[in-house]
């Protein structure tokens, strides 16, 4: 499928296709009870290595609450209970035909798992590897058979668990069924065909595209501040602030975090002005040859992006991490707009409310670090607990001793060896504290992980709630340690 817009297109046959369409999708609307739907422009962070942190440019994609996959390469609306999907285009996904996109279940597509309960709780390169092969042969045998395992460049697995190397956010807006069943139309309708190109078909364009299919010219590029080209912060941006002019869309902002572990942290996504502003180095080379002078170029660079670029996801995120969030917004605005200082005072407080339910704040962060560290001094005080200053290489050591496996129900678990013998644990939510998954070494993934929320900028930090599940599941591995340690003193000598 062509990344220009899918308006655009003709096709001899598309009358009786769309007409034959046209009933079935009708059918499905009035058969099936209105379903709470959203799209959502996906921004990933852009990689610290290769290209990618040359460019900064990260990564663009397109959410969906209720559209899902029939196939890697064919939409359907979501039954009960799943959570929707994201949609993407690559260079090369390396299957055995050149599709244009692939559409993958939104769980797989952040954590690499099917069900949300089943996420890891942290990632290494052998972990995402294993996860990969797990979706390839549940869902790519078609598309992706043994052979193309092989090729570990290929794009699809760029699909699979993008939150093990960098943070994402969604900005997300409220949609239709009847939006959502005639964009299934369209897509299933045309064929699915690679024609990428990084200066014109890229990710950001067909993010913009199929955005501007449900809200017209909602999302747009920003050709003066990239140069030409279309990036993903630009449609981000231009889409978040179509978002603000909307109040009866429900916007609202996701974030996942980038998950602890040995990848190396993500990096702010940026604009092409805002790049060469931050990235003096790149434009030293042309200086010599008198192509430019960095005294000169850099102010209007500078000024540029400060009067026509200038977009943070991290503080979209924290205004709009609800829909909530974003009404009292509106709320407030409209309050400052008559000038009714008792009702903006009022809207403010319950907006700081909102975000630190979910967000958190500074003074909520500051009381959990203190609250850490006081379970820290208290832990100290059992000798067979592990110390924090143990934790720094918690991830480094899982990642060399570790082999990852993936069981029948899909949860993943790491096997290690070393001088004192085989031993095995959980690496999911939904199994570091299970049976069968080595207390002390779960209890040390656990530390691991919630000292590395408690000091990492919040672009990647989950959500408190998020954090929350962690403190609470440290507190049972402490106590299953603590209990365990208590049974083996208070045995009777043989």
């Known amino acids: 499928m062509k990344h220009t817009s899918m308006t655009s297109r003709t096709n001899r046959n598309r009358p009786r296709r769309y007409f034959a369409a046209s009933a079935l999708l009708l059918g499905a609307v009035f058969a099936c009870p209105r379903a709470s739907a959203d799209v959502g422009v996906v921004l990933e962070e852009a990689l610290d290595n290769g290209a990618s942190r040359i460019t900064a440019s990260g ?53 690499g798992v099917t069900e949300v309960n089943q996420r890891p709780l942290i990632a290494s390169e052998k972990i995402k590897k294993a996860l990969e092969e797990e979706y390839r042969q549940k869902y790519l045998t078609e598309y992706c058979p043994e052979s ?23 900005f997300v807006v409220h949609t239709t069924a009847e939006q959502d069943l005639k964009f299934i139309q369209r897509m299933n309708a045309f064929p699915n065909e690679n024609h990428f190109s990084a200066m014109r078909r890229n990710c950001a364009n067909f993010t913009k595209d199929v955005v501007n299919e449900y809200f017209p010219h909602s999302a747009r590029a920003d050709f003066l501040n990239d140069f030409g080209m279309t990036s ?43 790049l060469t502003f931050h990235a003096k180095l790149f434009l030293a080379p042309l200086v010599p040859l008198g192509i430019i002078s960095i005294h000169e170029t850099l102010p209007v660079f500078f000024t540029t992006y400060m009067l026509t670029g200038r977009f943070n996801p991290e503080h ?6 609800s829909v909530e969030a974003t009404e009292l917004g509106f709320q407030v605005a409209a309050a400052k707009n008559e000038k009714d200082k008792a009702r903006t005072a009022e809207f403010e407080t319950k907006m700081k409310i909102a975000k630190a339910a ?28 592990p110390k924090i200053s143990s934790t720094k290489r918690t991830f480094k050591e899982l990642d060399r001793a570790g082999t990852p496996t993936v069981d029948e129900d899909g949860s993943i678990w790491m ?3 070393g001088e004192d013998g085989a031993r095995k644990v959980g690496i999911g ?7 069968g998954s080595n207390r002390d070494v779960a209890y040390e993934i656990i530390l691991a992980r919630v000292t590395r929320a408690l000091k990492s900028p919040s672009h990647s930090r989950e ?32």
């Open 429 to 435: 939510a939904n199994n570091i504290l299970s049976t």
């Open 358 to 385: 979910t967000v958190g704040d500074s003074e909520l962060w500051a009381a959990r670090r203190e609250e850490f560290q006081s379970f820290i001094d208290q832990a100290a005080k059992n000798p067979s607990a």
């Open 316 to 321: 979209e995120w924290e205004k709009h991490a």
């Open 148 to 170: 193309c395992d092989s090729n570990l460049k290929a794009d699809w697995r760029s699909t699979v668990g993008a939150a093990f190397n960098r943070s994402i956010y969604i």
């Open 232 to 274: 993903p912060k630009a449609v981000a941006r231009s889409f978040a602030r179509f978002a603000h002019r909307s109040p009866d869309l429900e916007y609202h902002v996701i974030h996942y975090a980038q998950l602890p572990g040995t990848y190396k942290r993500s990096d702010k996504n940026r604009l092409g002005t805002e």
């Open 463 to 494: 959500m408190i709630s998020e954090f929350q599940d962690d403190w609470g599941l440290l507190r049972q591995a402490h106590e299953r340690i603590t209990l365990s340690t208590s049974v083996l003193k208070d045995a009777p000598q043989q």
């Open 59 to 111: 990564h663009s994609a397109v959410y969906f609450s209720n559209i899902c996959a029939e196939s890697p390469v064919k939409l359907r609306l979501c039954r009960g209970g799943e959570q929707g999907s994201v949609i993407s285009v690559y260079e090369d996904f390396g299957e055995n035909k050149n599709y244009g996109w692939n559409v993958v279940p939104l769980n797989i597509y952040m954590y």
């Open 415 to 417: 096997e290690l060896r």
